[in-house]
């Protein structure tokens, strides 16, 4: 019996030899196919069209081709540039805060065990339940400057000694909205970490504890590495997923104060369905594709290298 | 093969006949009804819905060859919704809209002059002031339903708290800055000054007055920039600075405070009475005693002004029933069962007409609010240069007052850039 070295990759299994090959079986995707070029295909491309026009919903007439007149306008706009600058700020902050926290948590309930563990996981996952838009506004009366509950403690405890105006300050309204989505998305990583950390082997740890491994040195050198891989594909998935998101935003600030909150969503939200450009609104938005689909990419090649 | 007997084909043949003829009777009946589509927020919201109900119910009483059907759509998304119904050839009979919603329909083309529908008579008995506004082109393009100007509320008892006469409201804005200090200085839970500095249209049609009363007018060329301007943004900034405004909120928010006696001045419409009644549930009378309305303090420009927030029916160019529609309107909006049960029970609003239509509704609008928006208020509404820049712009205006408001941006870097991001 041959035996096979952990070095050799193992080979994948050859097809039968009296495999039979019905190519009517490849048409079987068609249907598929056709619904992915209406649902996906067509506003992709049609998107592509519109941002070489200018086009307003109230004119009554047709889209006018102006080439590249939308992305030339969008190179100087500067609401565009702080829109992106805001998008980056709040998708990366949120994503390695929450992941940070959703870490530590899992790695802090780790030992817990039986109904400890049980209530510990709902607590911690009740969040991830809530709806966004009441996660907004339950944030937004929460930071309310007369009346909201977070003021209220600060002022009690003598921390402050006038109300904060978390969401009408043009510095901190991000910040503050960052924690409501931190708050929201803490679950997720919770959640997918304590799964990988139940997942790495006892052998493995076991061994690391004979060697005498202090605590640290099991976190950093044992159990991060295993955790490495979904860690990053849950980062992607919610990169890709604050990248496009719309409801916090605009419950709690509506882009505001100024432009200090305003995300490409909610600026193409604007541009779309309050002034009806829609000529530029697509134009910024196949710039918001062409940035999603280098994370999907990545995404994609990530999950290929894991199989 | 099977036969009839003679009897049985002569009475197959008369019921036959009935059968058909009864058919026909009720096709052309159903032919007969009318169905008009009435896009409309007062359905939507609780508030509101059974008065629009019970008047829709009425009116079908009325008329019965014409059936309502009332679409409920929120008040923020009707425009949006009605654009895109209009884009897709699909619109309603008749919409409730307001504001610069208004003109951005009527910039579609797709609405229909209401001239040739409207009777001499109805025409006659309407406010000049009321539909002047709505003429697009020569064109009245929409219809008055609800008149509701903004004046400035003031709490009587926050006021007399704060050694305030509580019958000598400011009168300008340096009265207004004084008074204000005076009460955050005797109550500093009191917000002294309910405005509205949240970005969207209505938050600019709302804070147009102001801007005007300080002579500035951001949408003329190098408005933005000039000098009154930056006044009106630094009496903002200074509003924030002292604690005398609470930013972010939309008016709405601040209705049910000033019911709690938490709200000292608020720049709000006619129908803040009925809000206030519902929440603290207080008699007319004691109302009338607790609170007050009166014109907008004077500013540099030693003139007052108020704004026009009532709401406006239309009707689509592409209704096959447009008479039909225009009957609906004109009982909306004039007729004594509607005023009474909609317009003043629901929206505590103003009515479109010269007087009212009968003794009884002649009392019920005679009161001291009712009084001071028709005497004095109404006299000073200016509008806004509504149309396609309006909603692009108020974005560009807000963020900038919100600036103002909130940051340290010095207020002529402010200033310029609300000029460049108007494209002035």
Redesign the interface.
């Known amino acids: 019996m041959s035996a096979t070295t952990l070095d050799q990759p193992v080979k994948p299994a050859p097809a039968r030899k009296n495999a039979e090959r019905a190519p009517w079986i490849d048409w079987m995707v068609l249907p598929t196919v056709v619904v992915l070029a209406v649902v996906i295909g067509y506003p992709v491309v049609y998107t592509l069209v519109l941002s070489a026009t200018k086009y307003n919903m109230l004119d009554m007439v047709p889209p006018r081709y102006i080439g590249g007149g939308n992305y030339q306008h969008l190179f100087t706009d500067p609401i565009f540039w702080t829109s992106l600058r805001n998008t980056a700020l709040y998708t990366f902050g949120s994503v390695i805060a929450s992941s940070l926290l959703g870490l530590t948590l899992a790695l802090l309930t780790e030992s817990l065990t039986g109904w400890r563990f049980r209530s510990v996981r709902a607590l911690l996952l009740t969040p991830w339940a809530v709806p966004f838009v009441v996660v907004a506004f339950l944030f937004r009366y929460m930071y309310l400057q007369n009346g909201g509950v977070i003021n209220a403690v600060l002022l009690d405890l003598g921390l402050i000694d006038k109300p904060v105006l978390w969401l009408n300050n043009s510095y901190l309204a991000l910040p503050a909205i960052m924690v409501a989505n931190i708050w929201a998305m803490m679950p997720f990583f919770f959640l997918l970490l304590s799964a990988a950390l139940a997942a790495i082997p006892n052998e493995v740890i076991e061994s690391a504890r004979i060697d005498k491994a202090g605590t640290w040195s099991m976190v950093f050198q044992i159990k991060l590495p295993f955790l490495r891989s979904a860690l990053f594909i849950s980062s992607l998935l919610m990169i890709i997923s604050n990248f496009n998101d719309f409801a916090k935003i605009w419950a709690m600030t509506q882009g505001g104060p100024g432009y200090s909150t305003t995300t490409l969503v909610v600026y193409v939200y604007r541009l779309a369905f309050e002034n009806f450009n829609f000529g530029y609104a697509s134009a910024i938005g196949v710039v918001w594709l062409i940035l999603l689909l280098i994370f999907a990419l990545v995404y994609l090649r990530a999950v290929r290298v894991q199989v | 093969m099977f036969r009839l007997s003679k009897m049985a084909r002569r009475s197959a043949f008369v019921a036959s006949t009935i059968l058909s003829l009864g058919i026909a009777v009720t096709v052309s009946h159903a032919a007969d009804k009318v169905t008009l589509t009435f896009a409309n927020w007062a359905d939507a919201e609780g508030a509101t819905r059974p008065g629009i109900q019970a008047v829709i119910k009425e009116f079908e009483k009325e008329n019965p060859d014409i059936t309502i059907n009332s679409q409920a759509i929120s008040f923020s998304e009707i425009a949006?919704q009605l654009?895109?119904r209009v884009?897709s050839g699909n619109p309603p009979d008749v919409a409730e809209i307001a504001g610069n919603d208004t003109f951005?329909l009527a910039?579609?083309?797709?609405l229909a002059p209401l001239d040739k529908l409207i009777d001499s008579k109805t025409m006659a008995e309407l406010a000049p002031a009321s539909y002047e506004g709505y003429k697009v082109d020569g064109k009245l393009i929409a219809f008055p339903w609800t008149l509701a100007a903004a004046g400035l509320w003031y709490d009587k008892a926050v006021m007399q708290k704060a050694g305030l006469d509580p019958n000598n409201p400011p009168k300008t804005i340096d009265e207004l800055m004084k008074d204000m200090a005076a009460i955050k200085k005797s109550q500093p839970?009191v917000?002294p000054l309910g405005l509205d500095t949240?970005?969207?249209?209505f938050s600019l049609q709302s804070n147009w007055p102001w801007m005007k009363t300080f002579g500035a007018d951001p949408f003329a060329k190098g408005g933005a920039k000039s000098e009154a301007m930056k006044k009106y943004l630094s009496w903002m900034r200074e509003l924030a600075k002292k604690?005398y405004i609470?930013?972010?909120r939309k008016i709405g928010e601040f209705r049910p405070l000033i019911a709690q006696d938490?709200v000292a001045f608020l720049w709000d419409q006619v129908l803040v009475q009925g809000v206030i009644q519902s929440t603290n549930k207080m008699s007319d009378a004691d109302f009338y005693k607790h609170y007050g309305v009166t014109t907008q303090p004077t500013g540099p420009s030693g003139k007052s002004y108020s704004f026009e927030g009532g709401h406006q029916l239309v009707i689509f160019s592409g209704s096959k029933h447009q008479k039909a529609a225009w009957k609906f309107v004109k009982f909306l909006a004039t007729s004594p069962y509607a005023i009474e049960h909609y317009t003043l029970s629901y929206e505590a609003s103003l009515t479109p007409l010269k007087k009212a239509p009968s003794d009884a509704l002649a009392k019920k609008l005679d009161t001291p609010v009712f009084n001071a928006f028709t005497s004095k208020i109404m006299p000073t509404v200016t509008t806004p240069p509504y149309g396609?820049k309006f909603?692009?712009g108020s974005?560009a205006i807000?963020?900038?007052v919100?600036?103002a408001?909130?940051?340290d941006?010095p207020i002529d870097q402010i200033a310029a850039?609300i000029e460049?991001?108007l494209g002035n």
Request: proline letters at 8%; hydrophobic letters at 25%; a positive charge.
């Open positions: 949006r654009v895109l884009r951005l910039q579609t083309g797709k839970d917000i949240t970005n969207r249209a604690g609470d930013p972010g938490k396609p909603a692009p974005t807000m963020a900038g919100q600036q408001v909130t940051g941006t850039s460049q991001n």
